[in-house]
């Protein structure tokens, strides 16, 4: 069977975790998936290189949702997922964020520099990240100004609707 070039990325990512001891990698099971954020910003930046220059950041859909319905463009301003950055990109202010950059140079010296593309506020979805702005708000027919959430994954909020609590198996 043929392998995904994702897959191999994330196979990449794993080994190399492994090697440097990196803690990350075991608050995601041990294994990166080709799934997630750094598997398909590598397979982007090798297969994209006259576009190289022009990246600026990288989201996820719930990030960019929130900014979206916002207003916000500068990738500064961003309100970033807790629940998305540290299941998808190995983010925990355990270690001061992401995994250093040393780490992702190895990986491929593309990456060089990719921390500081990262730049926002990472919040939990208990935090206001905007107001809705009055072109959503009137293309959707709801109010400007109510508030939007920083946003989650759709199982995470799924299971607390669902009524699953802290300790609940």
Same mark, same amino acid.
């Given at each position: 069977?043929?392998?995904?070039?994702?897959?191999?990325?994330?196979?990449?990512?794993?080994?190399?975790?492994?090697?440097?001891? &990196?803690?990350?990698?075991?608050?995601? *099971?041990?294994?990166?998936?080709?799934?997630?954020?750094? $598997?398909?910003?590598?397979?982007?930046?090798?297969?994209?290189?006259?576009? =190289?220059?022009?990246?600026? %950041?990288?989201?996820?859909?719930?990030?960019?949702?929130?900014?979206?319905?916002?207003?916000?463009?500068?990738?500064?301003?961003?309100?970033? $997922?807790?629940?998305?950055?540290?299941?998808?990109?190995?983010?925990?202010? =355990?270690?001061?964020?992401? !995994?250093?950059?040393?780490?992702?140079?190895?990986?491929?010296?593309?990456?060089?520099?990719? =921390?500081?593309?990262?730049?926002?506020?990472?919040?939990? $979805?208990?935090?206001?990240?905007?107001?809705?702005?009055?072109?959503?708000?009137?293309?959707?027919? &709801?109010?400007?100004?109510? !508030? +939007?959430?920083?946003?989650?994954?759709?199982?995470?909020?799924?299971? +607390? *609707?669902?009524?699953?609590?802290?300790? %609940?198996?």
């Amino acid at each position: 069977m043929v392998r995904p070039p994702r897959q191999i990325r994330a196979e990449e990512i794993t080994r190399l975790a492994h090697q440097e001891g &990196l803690e990350a990698i075991q608050w995601c *099971g041990g294994v990166y998936s080709h799934e997630w954020g750094f $598997s398909k910003l590598l397979h982007w930046l090798r297969h994209n290189p006259e576009k =190289r220059d022009l990246l600026v %950041t990288a989201l996820e859909h719930c990030d960019m949702m929130a900014a979206t319905l916002t207003g916000v463009t500068d990738p500064r301003l961003l309100k970033r $997922s807790i629940c998305a950055m540290g299941h998808k990109w190995m983010w925990n202010p =355990r270690w001061g964020g992401l !995994p250093p950059q040393e780490f992702f140079s190895k990986v491929d010296p593309l990456f060089e520099g990719i =921390r500081d593309k990262f730049t926002g506020e990472y919040a939990t $979805s208990d935090v206001i990240a905007g107001h809705l702005t009055s072109y959503w708000a009137e293309r959707l027919g &709801l109010q400007p100004g109510i !508030p +939007i959430p920083v946003g989650a994954f759709d199982a995470h909020w799924d299971a +607390i *609707g669902a009524g699953c609590r802290l300790g %609940t198996w």
